[in-house]
């Protein structure tokens, strides 16, 4: 369903006040060939209609001959900003940054964060933009779950499937995703609304059995029959099934990266407007398939890079796993319970 420019000039409006937007601030619109036309303009005119000073920094696109899909996350190599120290410094003079381009899991982002400046990822397309516009209430629900997270010292998975994962805390900090940013130097995306962190390095152990229906991103295709994954010291060290493991595996190997099968982010899903079917309307390449990382449940497992939890482990490929039925424990603590979100009680 189209949206219109009104509804979401409104949701902007709405996402930079919780972003503590205020006037005479700079925002700098970062934006490439992908860029969603209305989402630029309309955040353009809210920013603007809040007393921003907005600029726009349209960079070109890069990894086409690297990158095997047209995902933005596809392929995690170089950016624009690889070297740009212009843009690197406007960016960096500005208090907030809306990526309209995506510049995920980069060296220059991790720079342009520490000097305080915000950055928002929007990226979806404007209808899922507005479908789940996030809340306060998001943030309260997140921040509850990364406080569970920061104090855990192991979180272990396990499903009728037959996942049975050991994943050791306590190296990473606890992320939290729950949509606009808020405080000097965060990041975040909208939309989100999970927990995460990641792995002690080299320390998780055990089994990923994703069963039918769970989800792999970027392919943003649903598991039609079983993948097995054995896990250990950190790494997947074997992926066996049928014809979606031999997809996953072709596509993977690629790369010729070792690290590529390095468990990346953990967490869980958070989100209760996201639905784990809405992948399944969408063409392809319309959608980066937010509402499969965030619905509320899911476990999301993922292979690839941790420089984005602090750790030093870059690499281009980066695979998105959100699992349903799955149970996930904080210690002693279940999160979750066969896919079901259990309600929070108050952190002590
Ligand atoms: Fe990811």
Redesign the pocket.
């Known amino acids: 369903m189209s949206v219109s420019d009104a509804d979401m000039v409104r949701a902007w409006t709405h996402v930079l006040t919780l972003s503590n937007l205020k006037a005479g601030d700079t925002v700098t619109l970062l934006t490439s060939a992908d860029t969603h036309p209305q989402t630029l303009q309309t955040a353009w005119i809210a920013a603007g209609m809040m007393g921003a000073v907005v600029n726009r920094l349209d960079l070109p696109p890069m990894n086409a001959e690297f990158a095997h899909s047209r995902d933005s996350l596809a392929y995690l190599g170089t950016t624009p900003l690889t070297g740009n120290r212009a843009a690197i410094a406007a960016l960096k003079e500005s208090d907030i940054v809306l990526d309209l381009m995506t510049l995920l899991f980069s060296p220059e982002q991790a720079e342009i964060l520490e000097s305080g400046t915000r950055i928002l990822l929007a990226v979806e397309p404007p209808e899922v933009l507005v479908r789940l516009l996030p809340s306060l209430e998001d943030k309260a629900r997140v921040g509850e779950a990364a406080a569970l997270l920061a104090g855990a010292k192991e979180m272990t998975v396990t499903s009728a499937a037959g996942t049975e994962l050991r994943l050791p805390l306590g190296e990473f900090p606890a992320i939290q995703e729950y949509g606009f940013v808020d405080e000097p130097g965060r990041w975040d995306h909208w939309p989100s609304g999970f927990g995460l962190t990641f792995p002690n390095e080299g320390k998780a152990e055990g089994r990923v059995v994703l069963e039918r229906g769970d989800i792999l991103l970027p392919m943003k295709s649903y598991v039609a029959d079983r993948i097995e994954m054995i896990v250990e010291k950190g790494y997947v060290t074997a992926i066996t099934g049928g014809m979606d493991a031999d997809l996953l595996n072709d596509y993977m190997e690629v790369f010729d990266d070792p690290e590529a099968y390095a468990v990346?982010?953990i967490g869980w899903g958070l989100q209760k407007r996201a639905r784990w079917s809405t992948l399944g309307l969408y063409d392809r390449e319309n959608t980066i398939g937010m509402d499969a990382r965030a619905f509320a449940g899911n476990f999301l497992f993922?292979m690839g890079p941790n420089n984005e939890g602090g750790g030093s482990r870059t690499t281009a490929c980066?695979i998105?796993i959100p699992m349903r039925n799955c149970t996930v424990r904080l210690d002693d603590r279940e999160v979750v319970r066969a896919g079901r979100l259990l309600e929070e009680e108050p952190v002590a």
């Open positions: 990346s982010h993922s980066h998105d």
